[in-house]
């Protein structure tokens, strides 16, 4: 079955400016979970949605902002984008029920210029 | 909360060597441990993983330890190939939290 799909692959914003990230998980996974990707930081988790629900949050300012919509998929804003902000964003699906497999997607590569 | 650290942060080995990379976590309530591994330009890949009720686990060339006693787990690569070369990730789940990941190791196989 198709895996995790991220679109766009690549963004380039100015700082200012606002992004909407979006992600498809896998057929029948009802969580999906953001994680930041950057070389000084490594894999930092944002967040985490099961059934439009948010479940768990990690320490990112409220710029960052998720939902979920009924089909599972979920989008990802980031709000007055900073320099910062410059970061690979991948997506994890996961069928929610906890202490199990995540899958990610390959990620949107954002440059805030 | 959880902290994981990961050594080495870089690892050259030569093809058909074996390759070792080890993680260690702090919170001992932690009970599934997954390894990724990604590769330029790609997400994370689910290569491994292993729950807190097991020692060892073996996939063909790829094998994880744990020791729930000292907080750490080890994943080993036998017979390295030049395809190997890529970054691995560790990471330690709980229920009820999210999973944190170590820092990641580059490992280089050298034909």
């Known amino acids: 079955k198709a895996g995790v799909t991220q679109t766009p692959r690549y963004l380039i914003k100015t700082r200012g400016q606002q992004v909407t990230l979006s992600c498809s998980p896998i057929s029948g996974h009802r969580s999906v979970s953001w994680y930041q990707q950057t070389p000084g930081q490594g894999l930092q988790f944002l967040f985490e949605?099961?059934?439009?629900?948010?479940?768990n949050k990690g320490n990112f300012p409220g710029r960052f902002s998720g939902r979920q919509f009924s089909n599972s998929r979920s989008e990802m804003n980031v709000s007055t984008l900073e320099l910062g902000d410059s970061a690979l964003y991948l997506c994890?699906?996961?069928?929610?029920?906890?202490?199990?497999?995540?899958?990610f997607g390959s990620g949107t590569q954002l440059s805030v210029l | 909360g959880e902290n994981v650290e990961q050594h080495p942060s870089t690892l050259s080995v030569q093809e058909g060597d074996s390759a070792v990379i080890k993680c260690t976590y702090s919170d001992s309530a932690s009970n599934y441990f997954p390894w990724y591994k990604q590769e330029l330009g790609k997400g994370p890949q689910l290569i491994i993983d292993i729950r807190s009720n097991v020692g060892e686990k073996k996939d063909q060339r790829i094998a994880v330890t744990l020791n729930k006693t000292a907080k750490h787990f080890s994943l080993h690569i036998t017979e390295t190939q030049p395809e190997d070369s890529a970054v691995y990730f560790c990471a330690a789940w709980n229920y009820g939290q999210n999973f944190v990941f170590g820092p990641g190791t580059r490992l280089s196989v050298l034909p």
């Open positions: 994890a699906s996961s069928s929610g029920q906890g202490n199990e497999k995540l899958f």
């Open positions: 949605y099961f059934s439009e629900t948010q479940r």
